[in-house]
């Protein structure tokens, strides 16, 4: 069994020590950022009618806790962000190998997909529903629209960065595109694969609440939007 040096623990001290102050900033902020809020709300330096307050949105969650409707909008929104989110990943992954296995392909599509991604996805909204109808589907394709174009850019951007040196020693050891792309490419790639769904999560997100500020009937866009109509 190895055995730790008095040096190596002196690191994970430090690390540790570290993470738990990373915590307790990031607490703190969080901590602060609420207490100003109510602070400002209380004292009339912003309006609560239109900013609201903590404690209010508390009671007002806590209510619909109660009735358990928050759980049903919560339940539909999550399930269409997921839905959403694990088709842009396969979907861009899978898009993506087909432009790095065919450079000519690559070089056609790409200003179509410059195009597409600069696209107003709210403005796409509206036509959606046109064309599939007011239908979960139309969320989920709407969250969809919002993040597999620029994802579809990003991870070939990452696979064309690999390096070429070991995908040139591939070759040199007579293996094949598809060798290149399983041994190399892809693995290489997984921190820019990651690094890509932390972000896909959260457009898919937007895109869907989007969806569902027009074409919904459960779910928080429905909920903000039913809001925002009884506040006015």
């Not at 207490?35 to 007002?60: H, K, N, Q, Y």
């Not at 899978?94 to 696209?119: F, G």
Request: hydrophobic share 50%; glycine share 6%.
């Amino acid at each position: 069994m190895t055995k730790i040096t008095p040096g190596q623990k002196q690191y994970l001290r430090r690390m540790k020590r570290r993470r738990y102050f990373i915590l307790t900033a990031r607490i703190l902020i969080l901590i602060l950022f609420l207490v100003l809020w109510e602070v400002c709300s209380d004292t009339g330096i912003i309006d609560s009618f239109i900013f609201s307050s903590p404690s209010r949105i508390a009671l007002c969650f806590w209510e619909m806790v109660l009735d358990r409707s928050i759980f049903l909008h919560i339940g539909v929104t999550l399930y269409e962000t997921i839905a959403s989110f694990l088709l842009v990943t396969v979907l861009s992954v899978l898009a993506a190998v087909l432009l790095w296995c065919s450079r000519r392909l690559s070089e056609i599509l790409e200003p179509y997909l410059v195009v597409l991604n600069s696209l107003p996805k709210s403005a796409m909204a509206p036509l959606l529903i046109v064309w599939l109808g007011a239908t979960p589907t139309t969320i989920i394709v709407a969250g969809m629209s919002v993040a597999i174009f620029g994802s579809i850019m990003n991870l070939y951007t990452g696979f064309t960065t690999v390096d070429q040196e070991k995908i040139k020693l591939i070759y040199t050891l007579h293996g094949s595109r598809r060798h290149a792309l399983f041994k190399v490419v892809l693995p290489g790639s997984v921190p820019t694969i990651i690094s890509n769904m932390k972000v896909n999560i959260g457009l898919c997100l937007v895109g869907v609440v989007i969806g569902e500020f027009l074409a919904a009937r459960n779910g928080l866009g429905y909920l903000i939007i039913y809001s925002s109509q009884v506040l006015s």
